[in-house]
Structures are given as C-alpha cells and as structure tokens.
C-alpha cells in the first residue's frame, strides 16, 4: 500500500460528470414556458439528489419543500401553503452548513417569489393553463418571428430563393440578418441538447449568398391610403415594406443622404458589405416607397405637418446621438465619438490614424467596431479600455476574438478618469484607475471596485468614446410626444398615447439595440398601422416547407463561419466573414431538429403562416 | 414517384405518401392511436414506430414521408419491443375496467393492446383522478384519457371551438377544458364529435338508460319513443350488419320487445317542422326589411350552442320552429296524451337520437308544452339504444317488420334525409316550391345541395322569388360561412348548418369504428330511403294535415307558435 496516489476518476464518476455537462446544455435550452412550479420541484429534486444528508436543513428540509411543491401541484394546496414554502425556504437558506443546500434552498425562496402570481393562479385555476405556448424555441426567441426551421429547410434542399422569400415574410432584410443579426434564436435552439446550437445566422447566409436575385412579393391593391415614416434605419424600413405591401403608399425621410441608418452609418462595411445592404434597399424600395433623403424632421419639415399630410405616421429616428464620458479633457483635440467616426466611415471618408495609439474606451459591439477600423485606418496600437473583465463585455465573444486576433489589445478592469492635454490641447494619455472584479450586483453581474495600485497613464494620440447612444427626441417632445426616460414611450403596440395615428418604434423607443428589434419594431407598427388605418392585409408566404425527417439526431459539429486571415483582412475594409460552401449548409441544416415538425410544434401546427 | 421496400415488398408511392400510407398500399397495417387523418398527425402514441435501415431510432410512420430508396420493416424485432413497451405504458395510466367500459368492443387501445399479445402491465398502474360535472352531455374519464390529442385537435381543426386544450407540463400534462373551467360554463357545443373520435372511453355521452328503464317499468307510465331519421341508416352498424341486412321495421319490432308502449317517428317532426319553418322563411321573405339576413335553420342544437356562443348577435336570425324532435314532444304531450287520455305527466317521451346535443336540447327549461313536464324527457343517442337491444339479447336481424304506430309514426321522403346534410334545405324547397306555385317539382330537383362538409350553395326562383340558399355542415365551415356573411363577401337569404360533418349521418351519438367517417355512407342509405318513399313531400304527410286541422289550426298558427316555436336566445 503505497501512502499517496494519484487521483483518477471512475467510470462512474466519469459518467455523473458527462450527465452534468448535458445538463449544463439542456438547462440553457430549457424550455422556459414550462410550469414554474414543477420546474422548481425538478430543480430541488436534483438537489437533493447532491446532498449528503448530514444536516436537518438538506436531509428533511429540501424533501418536505418537495412535498409542498407535490401539494401544489396535485391541487392539496391553498396560498398559506406558498407562505410556508418561502418561510420553510428562508429557514434552510439561513441555516444550512454547506452550498449544496443553502443554495438550493435560496433559489427556491427566489423561485416562488418571483413566480408568486403564477403559483397562486395555478392553485386558483387547479393547473397550470399557460403551459407550452411556446412551440418552436428558435421562432419564439426571435423578435421578428422569422420562419426559422422553415428557412434552415429550404436551404437544407438547396431552395435558396424559397429561404429568402420565407425570411422576408417576417423580415425584409434578410441579406443585413445574414451578417449582422445577433442571433438571440440560437440561445435557445434545442439542438443544444444533443451537442451545440444550429449556426442559424450562418444558413441565413447560405440562403442570400446563393440565392438567385428574388424580387419582393407583390402589393395589394392600392388603399389610397398615405404613411409616413420618419428615419430611414432598419425599423423605418421594415414598416415601410409591409405596408407597401399591404397597399398603403409610403413616403421614408431620412436626414442623412443614404438610407440604411445604423446599418450604413453603425456598422463598418468589413463586417456588413455596403452593397449587400444595398440589395436589402433596393428590394424594399421596388415597392414603389418614396424616399425624400437629407430631410430632417424637425428642420425641414415638422412632426406636426406630417400629421396633417398623412393619414398615419411611424417614428423610427433611431438612437444616434453620442454619449458623453463626463471626465475632464474629454473636449481634448482627437477624442471622438463612436458615433462620428463610423458615421464618417459611412459617408465613405477614411480618417488616417496611421501611426496612432488609439484608445477606445467601452466595451460594446459598437467598441470593437471602432477598434477594428482603427486597426485598418493604420493605427500603431488599439487598446480597448474597460471597466469590467473581459468576460463581462456586452459585446458578442466572436466579435471580441476577431479584434484580439486582428492585433486590438484589452486592457480591463481600467476606470477612465480624466484625459490629459498636451500643449496643444491634443490628447496626451489617459489616466485611469485599475480596479479589481468584486461582489455581484442584483442580477448576478459581477461589480468592479477600486484597487489599492496607482492610478496609471495609457499614453495615445486618440480616444474614442463607445459607451452608448442616445434618442434625438427634442423635436418630438415639444410637439406633445411623451418621452419617457430618454426614450419616446410607445405603447407595446406602436401606438401613442393620445397621439392618434402615430406609431413609433425601433432604437428610439427600446434604446439602443440589435437590427432585429428595430425590424421588430416595424413589423408590429406597420400591422397596427394597417388595422388602425381601417384594413386587415394580411402577410403570408406560399412557399411549401419541406416536411421533417429524422436523420438529424445523430451527434455532429456545427459548422461555423470563419474571417479572412487576421493578418490581411486589418488592412482593408473589405468584408471579413466567409459563408458556408453549399456542402456544410446542407449538412449544418440536417441538423435542425425541426421543432416546429417534431414535440409540441406538430400538435399546434409549429407555425404562424400569416400576420 | 419514390420507390422503398417495406417488408421485402417493393413498393411505389407519389411523394409526400407516409409510411403508413404506403404500407397501407401494399395491405400491410401498423398500429396507430393518436393518428386521425388530416387532424392529428402528431405522433404523440409512438405506436406506430417501425424501423427504418440506416436510421438508428425508430420512424414514427404517420407523420414521416417514404424517401426514396427508403428501407422499412413495420414489425421487425426491433418495433415491435419499441411499440409493446410503449403500449404498455400508456396502459400503465389507463384505468383497464374494460368489461364495463362503455367502449369495450370499439376501444382502439384494447384492440392493439390484444393484438400485440400483452397479458400484463410491468409498470405500476397510476391514472389520473379527476372530478367531472356528470350532468352535462359530455363526459370525461380522466382515468382512460391517453392524451393522444385527437379531441384537441378535432374541436380546434374541425369545429373551431377549441374546447379542449392541453394543461400542465410533464407528467402533469393532461387535457382539460379550456382555461380550465367547468364544462357547462365552456363553449362546447355538446356536438360530440370529441367522443366518437376518442379511441378509448376517456370522452363518452351521459348515459340515461336507467332513467328510462324506470319509465318503462312503471306500470302507470305509458311510453312514447320516437326514432331520429340517421339512427335508422347507423344502428346496423351495432350488430356489425350491413344498412341493407335490418330494417327499420325491425328496429320498431324491437322497441317494443323492449317495452315501450308506442313507437312513433321523428319524421312526422321534420314534416312538421318544414310546414312550420317553410311558411316562415315565406313570411319572412315578404317582409324582407324587418329581418336580419339569412335565415338559418335551427334543428340542430350544437349549431344553436355554437351561435349562442360564438355570435350571440345573431340568434335572431335563426328560424323560430323547434327542432323535429321538440316539435314531436310538444304534440305528444299535448295533442296526442289528449287523444289516448293520458296526463302529460304519466306520459314519458323518449327519442332516440345519433346526437349528444339533444340531450342538452331536451333539458332547456322552455320545452314544456304543459308548462310542468318537459316535452321529450329523455334522449338515448344511438348507441345506447342498441346497449338496450343487446341487454334484452334481441336478435334485430330475425325480427319481423312491424308498422310505426299511428298517428305520430308517419313520415314522408322529405323527412327522412334531414338526417343528411343537405336534407333540411332540400325538403324545405320541396315544400316551399308547392306552397308559392301550387303544385310539387319533381322531388330530386334540388339535389344539389347533397354533401357532406363544403359549402354548397344553389340559387332558387320561383314564381320570381330569388332564394339564395347555402348548406355547410361542421362548425368550422359555419365559421367560415358566417365570417364571409358578415364581412360582406356573401349574400345568403337561406343556411342549412349541421354541427357534424356530413349532418345528423356523422353525429356524436352514432355507432363508433375508430379511423372510419361513416356519414356519406349513412346519408346514401337515407336518400335510397327518400327514394323509395310513397310521399317524398312533407306536405303530403297525412297525419300531419289531420293534426293541422285537428289541432293547430294552421302553420304558424298562435297554437302552433305556442307549441312549435321558440326563442333561441331565452335558452339556458
């Protein structure tokens, strides 16, 4: 017997701890319209399942919490029942010796009291009525209500112009999703139960990179009926095309003098082609939209006259204004703006950073956007200040990887605190404050404080400030508009309040956000407009989706999109992702399990065919 | 076409067949529960999985598609452990007291469950307990249900009622009425389509045998039933004998064997009814502005539910005139207790009917023509008449034709297909032709408005009368109907609607065959009936002129309004 050996796992071990990683998986999955209450009693019983019995407050204390939940759920309840669940919880939490029931206990208290209404319907009820609502994951996590498994498909039967006339049912700017779209459906994708999340925005991709030039679908009949719509930005855009198609005749102002908004003037033509945006316009535009551009409301025309002239109006202005840091010199020569220098980028003007340090500070998308076009306006050094981790940037990993490989440095867990001058009033260094990660706050996010190390000089010729847009509501507001925290405050619907026949949405209401919302946005107010405006056009696709087959169940990598070589795509602005070949999207698309085919989707029909 | 092989045997199929279908193309079977044609294609019973080459788990072959060079064994080892075990546990959660379950002998799962061969459960048994108002026409044995779906979708697809739905998550799941709420306080139609396309005895009709037993064994009650025109063409069906092999004479030969005192029939109603909805679709014409348009029938119960539930705004329009088998009640009660000297209240009327509805219709608390009895007093729906015959071990088949006994047991041609969809419509017309133009059209001129769910619509002139009629049978169709009258897009002086696709044929109250729609076949035999009828006009019934110049006076007459009409919107 030897005193010490080394430590290796068995085969039972080894198979708890595979369970577990599937567990991680699923539990992102999750399916989170399922019955709170059940779905608390499932969490305790695993648990409990993890406790080792020694204490009171895990050993009985998690099981008689499962009893109650059982009483809940079999109808033996009544609402003083839920008080002594959160009591019974609280008490175990307070007094338990490890985390393994602490904790349980914990999320459970939290659970009910976040769930408490819902806890006393189900008692009233004797059910739990609201159950499976949700029928395909991927189509309810998109605001647009894409035709996912629908469009993945066609593009698995090579129906690529089938694909981009499905998407445009939902969303009329397929080809921007394609490359821009957050992808907010693939959290969810129940794929991720087997192995990982189907690359969605990838088979998007596939559909417009291969698809055939598709014309839009043809309008209905003329209303007679005139909208305006106010920005010429994604949101703006949407409405303008469904109601187009509705048969309403539209009429877009857009302030600057090309249509797109953020889509031109946010996002850099490396990560969006500008003339793949342009095939995206010039679809919606085919409607026959008339587009008066370098028109600002609220200089060239006012709110008021285009309630007048209209018989609708939707407001989609965007957030395009630049926030301020507050800090001192920060009205420094060569500090910018976010918004300024990827407008100019817009506008097709390069600024020459050749040789410069430059310091981007925030931690967004919009930052690494600035930080890889600083990269290719020839900057010596781009270091991106923020002050969190890493891994607490907003801003998607993919993106924070492309910049990292394309040379940007991240300095984190660095407080800006003032810019200081040189004799000439030009940007010298930034001091900044080191701090260390630290408690978490309400949600979870962990909080930075300060540490005890020294203030510390960046040294840089250039700042440019990426914390955040702002909503040019001034107009707005003094025309009788409410505004509501820096944002106009529309209705859910798109309406008003008081102001009959005006809608708004996109940035301007939600703040800043993904292209999705924005065409979200647009969709809900051009269908609200179209009722409002006394009609009930409504928006359908005939394209035949391919029926389900079951030779996708079979583990299997994702396919994902990769960038040009970092080393010669930071020289120029050309685009940087490649699409997929035709062979990984056809295999990448058998892998969608086809939820609106299979499970809760085949019972209510998986789809909606019409808005 | 795609070509496959199932079990060895090439086969041929245009795309898009299923498996089933294609197995089924070659006479090879697989069981199937959740599975309805069109309505329930959801593979939620896994029972019939089989194996196809190359796919590691098991196809469900309802919902999946023959692809070409596809090979497919429908009972290979592999299957059929898959589908025993799932058979199984679906017992596990079905209470099995098959010998008094009302679908012992028409119950799908017994059926599989026997032809796999399974004599016992593995599992434990847990079925789920529930309390159901047993008061009200529908029935539900939460203990039998298999959540197989069929009744969801069937009353969202077909009658877009969408009373059922689906509640809790897990192994709580199950299927309730909508929101939750008790059954009588839904908007179910009571039209029973639910329970004749449940595969098991999860959905059943209220059972009122023993209540009409009592009546005929109490010697100071005399008994009256009535015999709805679609019971005639269905009960056959009971006794697993062709429509041809027993008649409905023998079927009056043994209703008296049972006992009961007089046989009479719903069609001497229906020619009644025609008389009196005829004369007020005539009325209503000629005073065309005081009235909403159409005017719809009203001899179908679920149809007046539904437009009570759903477009409560326009029960006005439906004709005022009782349903055939109320009308029958209410001279029964009346006209006839008087003729044999019998208080209404030692005389029990009992219809026998192929509808769940007309148990609920029976019970509105207006349907008393003597103010303290209701008219008709109880319903037995087909099926449970044909439990009585088989109770009394009457062979049908061997029986004697016996007369219905008079006067309420004549009925014209016209009467018997109001068990069809179409039927209403047609002996309506036949009537109203006669009573504008003083002389009868040939019987079948209006024909085409035979059919079972579509819509068909027929424009009528006589003697420069426009009549635009429509039928449609289903509530999904009425929907539809009703949504194209009120935004404008049709224009409709006359509707026909039946709750059940194909009529009174396909009711909720007639003979069960899982996976079979028997109304076409059922109203063929009630048209070869209409055919071969000495009096194909409802007009010509005698007994009905007597009771008119006996009794009533004339169609909508104040003693007919008083007996033979109603308000729709007055029920409870």
């Known amino acids: 017997m030897s005193r010490l050996e080394i430590k290796k796992s068995d085969a039972v071990q080894k198979s708890v701890e595979r369970m577990y990683e599937v567990l991680e998986r699923r539990m992102i999955a999750g399916a989170i319209d399922s019955c709170p209450a059940d779905f608390h009693l499932g969490f305790l019983k695993m648990c409990h399942a993890q406790t080792c019995g020694k204490c009171t407050t895990c050993r009985i204390g998690l099981r008689q919490l499962q009893n109650l939940l059982t009483d809940v759920l079999e109808n033996r309840a009544t609402v003083e029942t839920l008080d002594l669940i959160r009591d019974t ?12 029931g602490y904790e349980a206990a914990r999320m459970v208290y939290h659970g009910v009291t976040e769930c408490y209404d819902d806890y006393v319907r189900y008692i009233e009820n004797g059910g739990y009525v609201d159950a499976t609502k949700i029928s395909v994951p991927c189509v309810d996590a998109c605001p647009a209500d894409v035709d996912i498994p629908g469009y993945v498909a066609l593009v698995g039967e090579g129906r690529y112009e089938d694909a981009v006339r499905l998407i445009r049912k939902d969303n009329p700017f397929p080809t921007t999703c394609a490359y821009v779209c957050e992808h907010p459906c693939e959290r969810k994708c129940r794929r991720r139960i087997i192995d990982s999340p189907i690359n969605i925005r990838g088979l998007k991709r596939a559909a417009v990179d291969y698809a055939a030039k598709t014309p839009a679908e043809k309008c209905a009949p003329s209303t007679g009926k005139k909208v305006a719509v106010i920005g010429g930005g994604p949101s703006g855009l949407s409405a303008a095309y469904y109601l187009s198609l509705m048969g309403h005749k539209v009429t877009v102002f857009e302030e600057k003098p090309k249509l797109g908004g953020m889509l031109r003037y946010g996002i850099p033509s490396y990560r969006f082609p500008r003339e793949k945006l342009q095939e995206d316009i010039d679809v919606i535009l085919s409607l026959g939209v008339e ?12 709110i008021q006259a285009l309630i007048l002239q209209y018989d609708a109006v939707y407001i989609a202005i965007g957030a395009q204004v630049d926030k301020k840091m507050g800090i001192e010199g920060e009205d420094a020569k060569n500090v910018i703006s976010a918004v300024d220098l990827l407008d100019k980028i817009g506008h097709d003007e390069f600024p020459d950073f050749t040789g410069e340090n430059v310091v981007i500070l925030g931690g967004g998308n919009v930052a690494m956007d600035c930080a890889r076009s600083a990269v290719r306006l020839g900057a010596a050094r781009t270091t991106i200040v923020y002050r969190r981790r890493q891994e607490d940037m907003p801003a998607l990993p993919a993106e924070v990887e492309s910049a990292i490989a394309e040379g940007v440095e991240i300095k984190s867990l660095m407080v800006p605190l003032r810019i200081e001058k040189d004799e000439n009033g030009a940007v010298k260094a930034l001091w900044a404050k080191p ?8 949600k979870g996010r962990p909080s930075p404080k300060d540490s005890s190390k020294p203030e510390v000089a960046i040294p840089c010729d250039r700042v440019i400030v990426a914390i955040g847009q ?3 509501y001034k107009h707005f507001e003094s025309s009788g508009i409410e505004v509501k925290r820096g944002v106009i405050d529309a209705l859910d619907d798109g309406m008003i309040r008081d102001k009959e026949g005006v809608f708004a949405g996109g940035d301007c209401v ?6 999705i919302r924005a065409i979200e946005g647009g969709k809900v107010a051009a269908a609200n407009i179209d009722s409002f405006l006394g009609f009930n056009h409504m928006i359908s696709c005939d394209v035949e989706i391919p029926a389900g087959h079951v030779r996708n169940r079979i583990p299997c990598g994702r396919v994902s999109l990769v960038e040009r070589e970092a080393c010669e795509r930071r020289c120029d602005f050309e685009g940087v992702e490649l699409g997929m070949s035709e062979e990984e999207a056809a295999q990448e698309a058998s892998r969608c399990l086809r939820c609106d085919y299979y499970g809760y989707g085949s019972l209510k029909g998986g789809r909606t065919t019409q808005w | 076409m795609v070509n496959a092989t199932i079990n060895g045997r090439a086969v041929s199929v245009p795309e898009g067949t299923t498996i089933m279908e294609a197995a089924a193309q070659v006479g090879i079977t697989i069981p199937k529960l959740c599975y309805l044609k069109d309505i329930n294609e959801i593979g939620a019973c896994r029972v019939c999985a089989v194996e196809v080459e190359g796919i590691d788990q098991l196809v469900t072959s309802c919902n999946h598609e023959v692809e070409e060079g596809m090979v497919i064994h429908t009972s290979s080892p592999k299957a059929r452990k898959a589908r025993k075990t799932n058979v199984q546990l679906i017992l596990s959660q079905h209470r099995m007291n098959c010998p008094i379950c009302l679908r012992n002998g028409t119950c799908t799962l017994q059926e599989i469950a026997g032809n796999m061969g399974i004599l016992s459960v593995p599992y434990p048994e847990e079925c789920e307990k529930y309390n159901w108002d047993s008061s009200f026409p529908i029935i539900r044995d939460a203990s039998k249900c298999i959540k197989c779906m069929r009744c969801v979708n069937i009353c969202e697809r077909v009658q877009t009622l969408g009373v059922w739905e689906v509640i809790n998550t897990g192994y709580r799941t199950t299927i309730h009425v909508k ?3 008790p059954i009588a306080e839904s908007n179910c139609a009571a039209c029973g389509q639910c329970v ?6 999860a959905l059943t009709v209220r059972k009122d045998g023993n209540a009409v037993f009592e009546a005929l064994d109490d010697p100071e009650i005399t008994t009256v039933v009535q015999i709805a025109p679609a019971v005639r063409v269905a009960f056959c069906e009971s006794l697993g004998l062709p429509q041809e092999a027993v008649t409905t004479g023998q079927l009056v030969a043994a209703l008296k064997q049972i006992g009961f005192d007089y046989v009479f029939d719903t069609n001497f109603g229906a020619d009644l009814t025609i008389m009196e909805e005829g004369s007020e679709l005539l009325e209503r014409l000629s005073h065309r502005e005081k009235y909403q348009w159409p005017m719809f029938t009203s001899c179908c119960p679920g149809w007046v539910r539904f437009l009570r539930s759903e ?19 209410a001279v029964a009660k009346t006209y006839f207790a008087e003729k044999i000297g019998v208080s209404p209240d030692k005389l029990c009327v009992v219809s026998i009917m192929p509808c769940s509805a007309k148990k609920y219709e029976c019970s509105v608390s207006c349907m008393t023509a003597d103010g303290s009895t209701p008219d008709v007093d109880f319903v037995m729906i087909t099926r449970e008449i044909m439990r009585f015959v088989k109770m009394a071990y009457i062979h049908v088949e061997d029986l004697p034709d016996l007369p219905f006994d008079n006067p309420l047991g004549s009925g014209t041609g016209a009467a018997v297909i109001f068990g069809a969809s179409g039927g209403v419509m047609e002996a309506a017309l036949r009537s109203a032709y006669f009573l504008l133009m003083g002389k009868n059209i040939e019987p079948e001129a209006f024909k085409e408005v035979r059919g079972l769910t579509d819509r068909r619509e027929l424009e009528v002139d006589v003697a420069g009368n426009k009549l635009r009629c429509a039928v449609v049978s289903s509530l999904g169709e009425a929907r539809k109907l009703i949504e194209d009258v009120r935004a404008g897009r049709c224009e409709y002086d006359f509707v026909e609607v039946m709750a059940c696709p194909g009529g009174c044929a396909g009711g909720g109250g007639q003979p069960i065959k899982d996976g079979e729609e028997r109304a076409a076949q059922r109203a063929a035999g009630l048209y070869r009936l209409d055919k071969g009828s000495a009096l194909r006009y409802s007009h010509e019934n005698p007994d009905v002129r007597t009771l008119y110049k006996e009794f009533l006076g004339s169609p909508m007459s104040h003693k007919a309004h008083e007996l033979l009409h109603t308000d729709q919107s007055q029920w409870d």
Do not use: W
Not at chain 1, 89 to 100: F, G, L, R, T, V
Not at chain 1, 435 to 442: A, G, K, N
Not at chain 1, 510 to 515: C, E, L, Q, R
């Open chain 1, 470 to 472: 702002n909503i040019d």
């Open chain 1, 89 to 100: 919880a609280k008490s175990i939490y307070e007094s338990a010796d490890c985390a393994i």
């Open chain 2, 196 to 201: 004749t396309h449940c595969p098991v005895g």
């Open chain 1, 510 to 515: 939600t703040g800043p956000a993904t292209v």
């Open chain 2, 311 to 329: 477009y409560p705004d326009m029960v006005g329009q439906l004709s005022t005139a009782k349903s055939p088998q109320q009308m029958f009640g």
């Open chain 2, 179 to 181: 929101d939750n709420q």
């Open chain 1, 291 to 302: 587009v008066r551009r370098n028109t600002k409301v609220g200089k060239d025309i006012t």
């Open chain 1, 435 to 442: 701090q260390m990660i630290s408690r978490c706050d309400r």
